[in-house]
């Protein structure tokens, strides 16, 4: 395993439009987590899944947004009726909780997402 | 609530310069800290952690030392190379919340 992907790299889509992306977590972490980075800025929480479940969502996280994780494995982030707004670096990260401090998250590469 | 807050950027050094990231932080608990680094293109790759306080991260030559009394955990690196360049970010966990939270980032270019 080599660490968290994310699908696709590069999304372009019209505003109006849904899109859908893809992460692959480290295989035995159980922690998945979304962000969103805006240029110039760091990473923004959106939310996270302990397992499969969803357990805090950001109120970043509009509802046009919805993410799941089946099976408590990959996980998907889709975005309906896109907006301009929506613009930036989707980042996809996992950890694995081991109840103490020290934790850390492991980030993919992201999705960049440009609505035009 | 939990912050951190770095120095802007950009900051351009030549190389085997000596580079200072300042970073302060704002916590709820007993936070852990975190750099990360961000190369063009790239996602984000952790550089080294701290988790309790006086606790010094290192790695790659660069280092940093989680000061409670100051609040802060400023990185450092002796003698910077071309290939550091890119973007750093400071981030804060604090056990029993689920959100990491990074600073804005700052950029570092090294010129030959």
């Known amino acids: 395993d080599t660490g968290v992907s994310q699908n696709p790299r590069h999304k372009i889509t019209k505003r109006g439009q849904n899109v859908t992306f893809r992460c692959d977590p480290i295989?035995?972490?159980?922690?998945l987590y979304w962000y969103r980075q805006t240029l110039g800025q760091g990473p923004e929480f959106l939310t996270y899944?302990?397992?499969?479940?969803?357990?805090?969502k950001s109120r970043l996280l509009s509802d046009r947004f919805s993410a799941e994780r089946p099976k408590g494995s990959f996980s998907t982030l889709e975005i309906q009726r896109t907006e301009q707004g929506d613009s930036a670096m989707y980042l996809c990260?996992?950890?694995?909780?081991?109840?103490?401090?020290?934790?850390?998250?492991?980030f993919g590469p992201g999705t960049r997402l440009t609505v035009t | 609530g939990n912050s951190v807050t770095q120095m802007e950027g950009p900051v351009t050094l030549s190389e085997e310069a000596f580079l200072t990231i300042n970073c302060t932080y704002t916590?709820?608990?007993?936070?852990?800290l975190f750099w990360y680094v961000q190369y063009p293109g790239e996602g984000l790759q952790l550089l080294l952690k701290a988790t309790k306080a006086d606790d010094k991260g290192s790695n790659k030559g660069f280092e940093a030392t989680y000061r409670k009394e100051t609040t802060s955990f400023h990185l450092e690196k002796g003698s910077v190379q071309v290939s550091d360049s890119a973007v750093y970010f400071c981030a804060l966990g604090v056990q029993g919340n689920n959100d990491m939270r990074f600073g804005a980032g700052t950029r570092l270019t090294v010129k030959p």
């Open positions: 990260a996992s950890s694995l909780e081991r109840g103490a401090q020290g934790y850390e998250q492991y």
């Open positions: 295989s035995e972490h159980n922690r």
């Open positions: 899944f302990q397992n499969e479940a969803q357990l805090e």
């Open positions: 916590a709820t608990g007993y936070p852990s």
